[in-house]
């Protein structure tokens, strides 16, 4: 009988192994050029979605470092600066960032930043106290969003909702109007009940499909700045209406 040449099994592993490895990097491969297209297609729709909105800005805090105002004015229409968040807390930049703002030529707003835990007459007195007259020229924005046992399956959020609503009215003090930030979520099942004529402005909303009630956009909450070299990083948002409109809104 005539001998067969046996390969060692360990080779045969081997070869199996090899193409194992082949096959999923070439998987890989393909996976990262699909995610490559995916991405440059959604950022040229992104692109093209932003110039139906020819008004934007950004939404400024400690985090996002020393911004030049006027630089930013060349690439933005408006900032909202974080100013105060619940009973106590205020953002350590405010105040310089407010200072720095004055006299670059974009609107300004500020932002408090709801509590569910501490009063409205709390609330409102540690922003009044905090920012003053220094309130810019924009409506105030209250950014609501769900923490904790906080969410809209508590039972407790009907009280929650007539809080928000006092600290609104309180607000409206400044004669410069109010306009609520949220999710979705959070403006349908939180805030409208309360307040259903204010203003809105929507966080990680898609560029497309608002009513008029919704009068800003946050599309990049992930967003960044580049100036002098640094990326800095802050929050995107547009106007959803006209310049004519815009006009009327930020007067």
């Known amino acids: 009988m005539k001998r067969r040449d046996y390969q060692p099994i360990y080779e045969n592993t081997y070869h199996r192994h090899h193409h194992r490895r082949w096959w999923l990097l070439l998987g890989l491969i393909l996976v990262l050029v699909a995610g490559g297209l995916g991405w ?16 934007r800005g950004v939404t400024i805090n400690q985090d996002s470092g020393y911004l030049d105002f006027q630089q930013l004015a060349n690439h933005a229409d408006f900032a909202y600066l974080q100013a105060t968040s619940g009973a106590t807390y205020t953002d350590d930049d405010f105040s310089d960032n407010y ?18 835990t501490s009063s409205a007459a709390r609330q409102y007195r540690h922003f009044h106290e905090t920012v003053g007259q220094d309130t810019g020229t924009l409506p105030i924005m209250v950014a609501v969003s769900y923490y904790g046992k906080y969410n ?37 099942q939180f805030v409208r009940p309360v307040l259903p004529n ?54």
């Open 198 to 251: 204010q203003d809105y402005w929507v966080a990680g909303g898609k560029l497309a499909g608002h009513s008029s009630q919704v009068k800003l956009i946050e599309y990049d909450a992930s967003g960044s700045v580049t100036q002098n070299g640094q990326s800095l990083p802050v929050a995107r948002s547009v106007f959803n209406g006209t310049t004519r409109a815009w006009k009327k809104f930020s007067d």
């Open 99 to 116: 200072s720095r703002s004055q006299g670059a030529s974009l609107k300004v707003g500020v932002v408090h930043t709801f509590s569910f």
């Open 40 to 55: 440059s297609q959604w950022q040229a729709h992104q692109k093209q979605q932003l110039a139906n909105y020819p008004v």
């Open 152 to 188: 809209g399956n508590s039972a407790d959020m009907a009280t929650q909702g007539q809080k928000l609503k006092q600290l609104v009215s309180q607000l409206e003090w400044y004669h410069q109007g109010v306009i609520i930030f949220g999710t979705k979520q959070v403006i349908n």
